[in-house]
C-alpha cells in the first residue's frame, strides 16, 4: 500500500488547510487510514485517524483543531486543519493496513508514500 499525502502549505498561524490522502490498491472503507506528521529532529507521530467503522481519533495536541473525515465514493480521507500553530510544522503523511481495523502507530509501516509540507509561521 502506497497512499500520497497532498495540500500542504505555507499558512500564517492561526491560519487553516486541508491535507488529502489518496492511493490505489486500497479501499479506504475497509481499513483504518491515519495521518502522521514528522518534524525535523522529531520522531513520526501519529495526529488522526479514522478507524473503518468511521471512529475519528485524536493526538491530545491536535483535538478540537484537527478534523479527519472520509470520502468513500472518492476514495479519499481528508484533514481539515484549522488554527494551526508553528509547532504543527512538519511533513504530513497518511498510511494504512490493509489488515488493520485502526490506524497503527507509525513504526508498523516500512514504507511511506510521499507526504505534504506543512509550514505555520508565527
Known amino acids: 500500500v502506497q497512499l500520497q499525502a497532498s495540500g500542504g502549505g505555507l499558512v500564517q498561524a492561526g491560519g487553516s488547510l486541508e491535507l488529502s490522502c489518496a492511493g490505489s490498491?486500497?479501499?479506504?472503507?475497509?481499513?483504518?487510514i491515519g495521518w502522521y506528521r514528522q518534524a525535523p529532529g522529531e520522531q513520526r507521530e501519529l495526529v488522526a485517524g479514522?478507524?473503518?467503522?468511521?471512529?475519528?481519533l485524536y493526538a491530545d495536541s491536535v483535538k478540537g483543531r484537527f478534523t479527519i473525515s472520509r470520502d468513500s465514493a472518492k476514495n479519499t480521507v481528508h484533514l481539515q486543519m484549522n488554527s494551526l500553530k508553528p509547532e504543527d510544522t512538519a511533513v504530513y503523511y497518511c498510511?494504512?493496513?490493509?489488515?488493520?481495523?485502526?490506524?497503527?502507530?507509525?513504526?508498523?509501516?516500512?514504507?511511506w508514500g510521499q507526504g505534504t509540507q506543512v509550514t505555520v509561521s508565527s
Open positions: 479514522i478507524s473503518k467503522f468511521g471512529n475519528p
Open positions: 490498491g486500497i479501499t479506504f472503507s475497509h481499513v483504518g
Open positions: 498510511n494504512a493496513d490493509r489488515q488493520s481495523a485502526w490506524p497503527r502507530p507509525p513504526r508498523a509501516y516500512d514504507n
